[in-house]
């Protein structure tokens, strides 16, 4: 299995590796509380967020998509923060010179948490939400829009 600290790849499983995947697949719609099952058959049941997060990565991998955990404290790049937020790295540098992302530096390179870039991700996505709900008010308003208009 090709495996580093954050990354698994579920390309490289073998047949009878992606079969247990789908024998995991349909337990997760079995009515048991899911649980973990060590070697010595010690039970350790699992917090419903929990059990959804790992169905999740399940089926993620069974699509063939890899899976990445990284701690909310990951220090990324510049570059790295760029790909996360679908941007280009000049521009992430300037919304760090104008604060709008908090960063540190290593020696002289600037690095900003996984976290700060989920914030900063979050509050962009609700500004514009709000954009576009005030604009579609304003189309409302001015009868742009005819009253039983799919989407309404």
Known sequence: MKMTENRFDPSVLTTRQLRELDRLSEAVLADERPALVGREGVRLELPEPIFHLLVRVVRTMREGKAVVLLPETESMTTQAAAEFLGVSRPFVV???????IPHHKVGTHRRVYLKDLMEFQRQRDS????????????VDAAGFYEKGTPGQ
């Open 94 to 100: 300037d919304l760090l010179e104008k604060h709008a």
């Open 127 to 138: 500004r514009r939400r709000a954009t576009l709900d005030d604009l579609r008010g304003k």
